[in-house]
């Protein structure tokens, strides 16, 4: 049993002993194959790390740089250039600089509202400090104090003249400063300073660390720690706030852990620079991340327990085979995070690439608007709101002579005529009213006072809150145009004037013969009072004949600007066509609406433009027929299309039944000198719309060959009302006085003193406004001053009642005036109260007419 035992216990030490070999090379198979895979697992998770820190570097590097250029644009933008603009042209705070200070803290603002990091605003502020380094514009929220962080970026700004990027921390928060400086016209101005708040910075480019076994960012400003997650602040060292003096970016970092847990363990860092800026973050890689949840050493005694234990060493084997399982699934998430990292980079780049190209085109239409601003053959004149003077472009520089820095800030009634500058037709009280201007036109003084006629349109500047913000006025020099349609007029009337010669003279011998021959009559039956009076009545009547036909003709020959009243149109319509068609087979028929609107006209220039049209409808029509004349209120809106401004029309529609106007023709009768006629001038359309184009309205025409043609005419409708005429009262109504005559004629002095004398006045004579300035002066040195004088309009080589009311009007305010002129188209005939006078007269006039005034002149008013 001995011998048997002992072969036994040989081979079951054999066995042992192999099976122990056995274990032993397994266990180091095992042991070197668990090692290589912890040595190839920590260098993949070192590499991940590094690439991972170096994507968030770049993302963080590419937010920087396009914060950067942000700024750089708010530097340069417009409102700072005009509040630099402004200083350099002495304006004060109160006069100027104010005003461009708080435009600047508007787009500050704006910037706040509008750039947002995520789904939150990014600014929390936006500074501007000047070159000494002293706060000018603050975009601050109410909610915090500043003061202290102020002062010291006070400093920090006076260091350099370059973009930069500061970080600051005060008792509440971190915060990032984007500073970027400010040049006017090459010279350095301040700094723009944007403040980020660290936390936002954070929250959208860091995940917030919540595992122990996850990668964590340290961030690094100007090589001291900023932000250490708390999941790893145990970790480093306590009281060193900067990184190993050793680290180089890029490459993997080691140093030992602190505390009794961790003793033995190694903590590995990369770092990685924020590229242009003065950041870097360091990733931070625990042991967890590099090995199992064991160190290797822990493995080699755990595999030296599985040689004595072989079931705890299965179960070892089963316990790192489901770690690895485990570990690869965390590889497959880092994996899976790295590549949305990517996406979200390339997403990030894609955004900054549109941004740049979007920012390039914009800059190319600024250069190509600021080019067309320049080069433009047409006047270009941005005022702000309140009227005053933005900029212009070259062609206003060279058409007034002014240079913009002459007129900047200012208001533009600088470029009107002094007269104008308080019409309520001028350019600046359009603006300041907000009314829209199209093809109004409005005069501007040249530096060496010339006049300049410009048509206006004007549109308002909106900004994208569609708030306005300012007025551009765009103009056309029609100086030399005005001047022609002036000469076109003056020779139309000529034209229309030797057409009508024959026809006046023929109804003025009419009428003399009626006058005439009824004195004639008169003088034979003198002893008959009553066919005395008969005969001088037909006598009188025929004068006023006369007198209206005299009217007619001087209204019809006046020229110039109008002078507007408020008129009824209707009775203009029936005078005219009356006056064009005397002598003539054609009739008119006239459509007429009763509630005609009142219309703001000079109704001499509108009399003639009625009496070409109707001359013209006459001639169309050698053979005779009808001429139809409509008369409505039209309201226009803003979408038909018509070159009106929208609002109350008087439309006046003429129709013939003549040969009509050829469809190639219809274009170009408006056209100066343009006529089909062998006799005609071509004046005569071409002047009626230059006087309707000055009245606010327009003309159109429809017209087809062989079917007539009919004109409209389109006239503003007046806000006015209608001054009631005064009812002829024939019988002399009693009026007593002193009354003094001017005029230059004895034979008018003759008769005017004749009536009153009939009507009890006692009455002195003047033969000029010289002569009775000094008679008025006698007469109140004397104490018994003139209760009325009566002086006439013009004297030829004297002075004449204009001027002489002027001067009486100084001597003695309370002076009783009428005015008596035999020219119905002076200016002054539409405003005389304006003049000085108190009452009008027209020659010729009845002795009803003179006492009648008298009377209403003595008695304070009509």
Same mark, same amino acid.
């Given at each position: 049993?001995?011998?048997?035992?002992?072969?036994?216990?040989?081979?079951?030490?054999?066995?042992?002993?192999?099976?122990?070999?056995?274990?032993?090379?397994?266990?180091?198979?095992?042991?070197?194959?668990?090692?290589?895979?912890?040595?190839?697992?920590?260098?993949?998770?070192?590499?991940?790390?590094?690439?991972?820190?170096?994507?968030?570097?770049?993302?963080?590097?590419?937010?920087?740089?396009?914060?950067?250029?942000?700024?750089?644009?708010?530097?340069?933008?417009?409102?700072?250039?005009?509040?630099?603009?402004?200083?350099?042209?002495?304006?004060?705070?109160?006069?100027?600089?104010?005003?461009?200070?708080?435009?600047?803290?508007?787009?500050?603002?704006?910037?706040?509202?509008?750039?947002?990091?995520?789904?939150?605003?990014?600014?929390?502020?936006?500074?501007?400090?000047?070159?000494?380094?002293?706060?000018?514009?603050?975009?601050?929220?109410?909610?915090?104090?500043?003061?202290?962080?102020?002062?010291?970026?006070?400093?920090?700004?006076?260091?350099?003249?370059?973009?930069?990027?500061?970080?600051?921390?005060?008792?509440?928060?971190?915060?990032?400063?984007?500073?970027?400086?400010?040049?006017?016209?090459?010279?350095?101005?301040?700094?723009?300073?944007?403040?980020?708040?660290?936390?936002?910075?954070?929250?959208?480019?860091?995940?917030?660390?919540?595992?122990?076994?996850?990668?964590?960012?340290?961030?690094?400003?100007?090589?001291?720690?900023?932000?250490?997650?708390?999941?790893?602040?145990?970790?480093?060292?306590?009281?060193?706030?900067?990184?190993?003096?050793? *680290?180089?970016?890029?490459?993997?970092?080691?140093?030992?852990?602190?505390?009794?847990?961790?003793?033995?363990?190694?903590?590995?860092?990369?770092?990685?620079?924020?590229?242009?800026?003065?950041?870097?973050?360091?990733?931070?890689?625990?042991?967890?991340?590099?090995?199992?949840?064991?160190?290797?050493?822990?493995?080699?005694?755990?595999?030296?327990?599985?040689?004595?234990?072989?079931?705890?060493?299965?179960?070892?084997?089963?316990?790192?085979?489901?770690?690895?399982?485990?570990?690869?699934?965390?590889?497959?998430?880092?994996?899976?995070? %790295?590549?949305?990292?990517?996406?979200?980079?390339? %997403?990030?780049?894609?955004?900054?690439?549109?941004?740049?190209?979007?920012?390039?085109?914009?800059?190319?239409?600024?250069?190509?608007?600021?080019?067309?601003?320049?080069?433009?053959?047409?006047?270009?004149?941005? $005022?702000?709101?309140?009227?005053?003077?933005?900029?212009?472009?070259?062609?206003?520089?060279?058409?007034?002579?002014?240079?913009?820095?002459?007129?900047?800030?200012?208001?533009?009634?600088?470029?009107?005529?002094?007269?104008?500058?308080?019409?309520?037709?001028?350019?600046?009280?359009?603006? $300041?009213?907000?009314?829209?201007?199209?093809?109004?036109?409005?005069?501007?003084?040249?530096?060496?006072?010339?006049?300049?006629?410009?048509?206006?349109?004007?549109?308002?500047?909106?900004?994208?809150?569609?708030?306005?913000?300012?007025?551009?006025?765009?103009?056309?020099?029609?100086?030399?145009?005005?001047?022609?349609?002036?000469?076109?007029?003056?020779?139309?009337?000529?034209?229309?004037?030797?057409?009508?010669?024959?026809?006046?003279?023929?109804?003025?011998?009419?009428?003399?013969?009626?006058?005439?021959?009824?004195?004639?009559?008169?003088?034979?039956?003198?002893?008959?009072?009553?066919?005395?009076?008969?005969?001088?009545?037909?006598?009188?009547?025929?004068?006023?004949?006369?007198?209206?036909?005299?009217?007619?003709?001087?209204?019809?020959?006046?020229?110039?600007?109008?002078?507007?009243?408020?008129?009824?149109?209707?009775?203009?319509?029936?005078?005219?066509?009356?006056?064009?068609?005397?002598?003539?087979?054609?009739?008119?028929?006239?459509?007429?609406?009763?509630?005609?609107?009142?219309?703001?006209?000079?109704?001499?220039?509108?009399?003639?433009?009625?009496?070409?049209?109707?001359?013209?409808?006459?001639?169309?029509?050698?053979?005779?027929?009808?001429?139809?004349?409509?008369?409505?209120?039209?309201?226009? /809106?803003?979408?038909?299309?018509?070159?009106?401004?929208?609002?109350?029309?008087?439309?006046?529609?003429?129709?013939?039944?003549?040969?009509?106007?050829?469809?190639?023709?219809?274009?170009?009768?408006?056209?100066?000198?343009?006529?089909?006629?062998?006799? /005609?001038?071509?004046?005569?359309?071409?002047?009626?719309?230059?006087?309707?184009?000055?009245?606010?309205?327009?003309?159109?025409?429809?017209?087809?060959?062989?079917?007539?043609?009919?004109?409209?005419?389109?006239?503003?409708?007046?806000?006015?009302?209608?001054?009631?005429?005064?009812?002829?009262? %024939?019988?002399?109504?009693?009026?007593?006085?002193?009354?003094?005559?001017?005029?230059?004629? %004895?034979?008018?002095?003759?008769?005017?003193?004749?009536?009153?004398?009939?009507?009890?006045?006692?009455?002195?004579?003047?033969?000029?406004?010289?002569?009775?300035?000094?008679?008025?002066?006698?007469?109140?040195?004397?104490?018994?001053?003139?209760?009325?004088?009566?002086?006439?309009?013009?004297?030829?080589?004297? *002075?004449?009642?204009?001027?002489?009311?002027?001067?009486?009007?100084?001597?003695?305010?309370?002076?009783?005036?009428?005015?008596?002129?035999?020219?119905?188209?002076?200016?002054?005939?539409?405003?005389?109260?304006?003049?000085?006078?108190?009452?009008?007269?027209?020659?010729?006039?009845?002795?009803?007419?003179?006492?009648?005034?008298?009377?209403?002149?003595?008695?304070?008013?009509?």
């Amino acid at each position: 049993m001995a011998r048997l035992h002992t072969p036994l216990r040989i081979l079951s030490k054999a066995a042992a002993a192999l099976i122990g070999l056995g274990l032993v090379v397994v266990i180091v198979y095992l042991v070197v194959v668990q090692y290589n895979s912890q040595i190839a697992r920590q260098q993949a998770a070192l590499q991940e790390a590094g690439s991972d820190c170096e994507r968030r570097a770049t993302a963080v590097g590419y937010f920087f740089s396009e914060q950067l250029d942000y700024m750089g644009d708010l530097a340069q933008c417009r409102e700072l250039s005009a509040y630099f603009e402004n200083k350099a042209l002495g304006m004060s705070m109160e006069y100027g600089l104010r005003a461009s200070s708080l435009l600047i803290t508007e787009r500050f603002d704006k910037v706040r509202r509008v750039k947002k990091l995520g789904d939150h605003p990014l600014y929390k502020r936006i500074v501007f400090l000047d070159a000494n380094g002293r706060l000018l514009n603050d975009s601050r929220s109410p909610d915090y104090r500043w003061q202290q962080e102020v002062s010291r970026l006070s400093a920090t700004s006076r260091q350099g003249q370059k973009p930069a990027i500061y970080y600051i921390s005060d008792a509440e928060t971190n915060w990032i400063i984007i500073s970027v400086p400010s040049f006017f016209k090459e010279r350095y101005v301040g700094q723009v300073m944007g403040w980020i708040p660290f936390s936002r910075i954070y929250t959208y480019f860091f995940e917030p660390e919540k595992e122990f076994s996850r990668l964590s960012d340290v961030i690094i400003y100007h090589g001291t720690y900023i932000h250490v997650p708390p999941s790893i602040g145990h970790l480093l060292s306590a009281g060193i706030p900067t990184p190993p003096a050793g *680290m180089e970016p890029g490459r993997p970092y080691s140093f030992p852990l602190k505390g009794q847990e961790l003793q033995g363990k190694t903590l590995y860092a990369i770092l990685a620079p924020v590229r242009d800026t003065p950041f870097s973050l360091m990733a931070i890689v625990p042991p967890s991340e590099q090995y199992d949840f064991r160190s290797p050493k822990q493995l080699l005694y755990t595999t030296i327990g599985l040689a004595l234990f072989i079931v705890g060493g299965i179960a070892f084997l089963l316990r790192l085979t489901t770690n690895n399982a485990l570990l690869q699934a965390h590889l497959e998430e880092t994996r899976l995070r %790295e590549q949305a990292v990517d996406a979200k980079n390339r %997403e990030l780049a894609a955004e900054i690439r549109e941004r740049q190209l979007a920012e390039a085109f914009l800059q190319k239409e600024r250069d190509f608007v600021e080019s067309l601003f320049e080069t433009a053959q047409v006047i270009m004149l941005v $005022l702000d709101t309140d009227g005053r003077v933005e900029r212009f472009n070259s062609y206003l520089e060279e058409i007034s002579g002014y240079h913009l820095e002459e007129v900047r800030g200012k208001d533009v009634s600088v470029l009107l005529p002094e007269e104008l500058r308080d019409h309520p037709d001028s350019l600046s009280r359009m603006i $300041l009213q907000g009314t829209g201007m199209t093809g109004r036109i409005c005069p501007i003084i040249t530096r060496d006072g010339r006049k300049r006629e410009i048509e206006w349109h004007v549109k308002r500047l909106l900004d994208t809150d569609a708030r306005q913000v300012g007025v551009l006025a765009i103009g056309q020099d029609v100086t030399e145009r005005t001047i022609m349609e002036k000469e076109l007029l003056k020779a139309a009337k000529l034209e229309s004037l030797g057409v009508l010669a024959g026809g006046i003279a023929h109804d003025f011998n009419n009428l003399l013969t009626v006058i005439m021959g009824n004195i004639s009559l008169a003088l034979t039956q003198l002893d008959s009072p009553d066919k005395v009076k008969e005969y001088l009545a037909k006598s009188e009547k025929a004068s006023f004949r006369a007198q209206d036909l005299t009217r007619q003709l001087l209204t019809f020959a006046k020229g110039g600007a109008p002078v507007k009243t408020a008129s009824s149109i209707a009775t203009v319509i029936r005078e005219s066509a009356e006056f064009a068609m005397r002598g003539s087979s054609v009739r008119c028929e006239f459509s007429i609406s009763s509630d005609l609107w009142p219309v703001d006209i000079d109704a001499g220039q509108i009399s003639q433009v009625l009496h070409n049209l109707f001359i013209n409808a006459n001639q169309a029509m050698p053979a005779g027929g009808v001429i139809q004349t409509h008369c409505e209120n039209v309201v226009i /809106g803003p979408e038909e299309a018509l070159s009106l401004q929208a609002g109350r029309y008087v439309k006046v529609s003429i129709i013939d039944q003549g040969v009509g106007i050829p469809e190639e023709n219809l274009g170009k009768i408006f056209d100066p000198y343009f006529t089909t006629k062998a006799q /005609g001038s071509g004046l005569g359309l071409a002047s009626s719309f230059s006087i309707v184009t000055q009245h606010g309205g327009t003309i159109t025409v429809e017209s087809a060959e062989g079917r007539g043609t009919t004109f409209h005419i389109f006239l503003p409708a007046s806000s006015k009302e209608l001054r009631q005429k005064q009812v002829r009262r %024939e019988a002399v109504a009693p009026a007593c006085g002193r009354i003094l005559v001017m005029d230059d004629e %004895e034979e008018v002095r003759d008769v005017i003193g004749n009536m009153l004398r009939s009507a009890g006045c006692e009455v002195e004579f003047a033969q000029g406004g010289e002569e009775a300035i000094d008679r008025y002066k006698e007469s109140l040195a004397r104490g018994c001053p003139f209760d009325v004088l009566i002086m006439d309009l013009t004297i030829p080589g004297r *002075m004449g009642g204009r001027e002489a009311i002027a001067i009486l009007r100084q001597i003695n305010p309370q002076v009783k005036a009428i005015v008596s002129t035999g020219y119905s188209n002076d200016s002054v005939m539409a405003n005389y109260r304006a003049y000085g006078f108190d009452e009008l007269i027209t020659k010729p006039f009845k002795v009803a007419e003179l006492t009648e005034k008298l009377r209403l002149v003595l008695a304070g008013g009509p």
